[in-house]
């Protein structure tokens, strides 16, 4: 069986009949004065799925997460959890937690405190605290920082922390506002797969709040891309960045080239294009479309599934001369900018494989850009 990218693991309770959703967002708007943050809303999550919530800012995801935490009350419709409504429940009364970007430490304790206060909150015994706080600081990997104050910790140290702090007590649901928006990019990349392996371990459901595309796609096993209050696309880090429902999800996840043309012909599961820079395109019909003669429709291909080359391909379609325009090596692969005859630039990528390179491409060359027809995906919109 074919899949969409490699898959991080086989969890995907989603695609199991019988599975019931452990949060449900239902028809949920949430309105501050005559704007409109969350609009009709809905929205399944289920226990032990890490979940992201991605989108530029102002397009309601905090907003969402607030509400689930108890910290906003709905406009209209309900949330449940664990087939439990929350409407009129308190936040400390919730089996929830929220990890803030900011941390929220208390400076004047140290960090075996800081990760004890919630279980003294909660009425927990002096010995039952002290084991959950050495568990939770081995946990992250702080054993030997337990009497330090936060302000002799390290950012990345600080992070860890309040992650332990939120866990200690062992709620439901754990929810992150851009928990790792403070760290320095090495940092942020080495955190994502601890926050990974610390959900797996310690079998909680997490729900992320983010705007960074590469930290959704790292971390998630499912991901609901949010614009103006609104679930446009939710589906696993493979199923957006490859299949995409508009160009506004193309181009929001990662690089998109979205090549404009118009239908000549729909047939044996392939459709042929007239793009507007002249050349014939024929690519895979999504599952389940319908597509007319004459109609307009964009073929979105990422950076990488196009290929660069001096020599001009065998095939008549799929095919389109430029000029490179720009460039950009990076080391582990080199951006090349191409400039069509109809003035359109290009984003191509391509590994670099090899430490030398015969005759390399450089600025001003003439080159030819290819892609197989299921390169990429068809998008009316």
Known sequence: MKSLGSIRRSFAPWQEADSKPYISFKNVTKKFGDFVAVDNLNLDIYEREFYSLLGPSGCGKT?????????????AGDIFLDGVSLKGVPPHKRPVNMMFQSYALFPHMNVADNVA??????????????????????????EEFERRK??????????????????????????????????????????????????????LTFMIVTHDQEEAMTMSDR?????????????????????????????????????EGLVTKSADGKISLKG??????????PPGSSYSKDQQAWFAVRPEKLKVSRKKPATKI????????????????????????????VRASMLNAQRTVEDPISIDDDVWLSFAS????????
């Open 117 to 142: 206060f919630g279980l003294k909150q909660a009425g927990m015994s002096k010995s039952e605290i002290g084991q959950r706080v050495d568990a939770m600081l081995k946990l992250v990997k702080l």
């Open 223 to 259: 991901i609901a891309v949010m614009d103006r209050g609104m679930v446009v696309q939710t589906g696993t880090p493979a199923e957006i960045y490859e299949a995409p429902n508009t160009r506004y999800v193309a181009e929001f996840i990662g690089s998109i080239n979205a090549f």
């Open 150 to 203: 936060p302000h002799q910790l390290s950012g990345g140290q600080r992070q860890r922390v309040a992650l332990a702090r939120s866990v200690a007590t062992r709620p439901k649901l754990l929810l992150l506002d851009e928990p790792l928006g403070a760290l320095d990019k090495k940092l942020r990349e080495e955190t994502q797969f601890e926050l990974m392996d610390l959900q797996q371990e310690l079998g």
């Open 63 to 75: 907003t969402l997460l607030r509400m689930l935490a108890g910290f906003e009350q709905p406009t």
């Open 276 to 285: 507007t820079d002249g050349f014939a395109m024929q690519v895979d019909a």
């Open 318 to 345: 799929n095919a389109v001369r430029g000029e490179i325009w720009d460039l950009g090596y990076l080391g582990d692969m080199t951006i090349f900018h191409v400039k069509l005859p109809s003035s359109l630039v």
């Open 374 to 381: 299921d390169a990429g995906v068809l998008l009316e919109r």
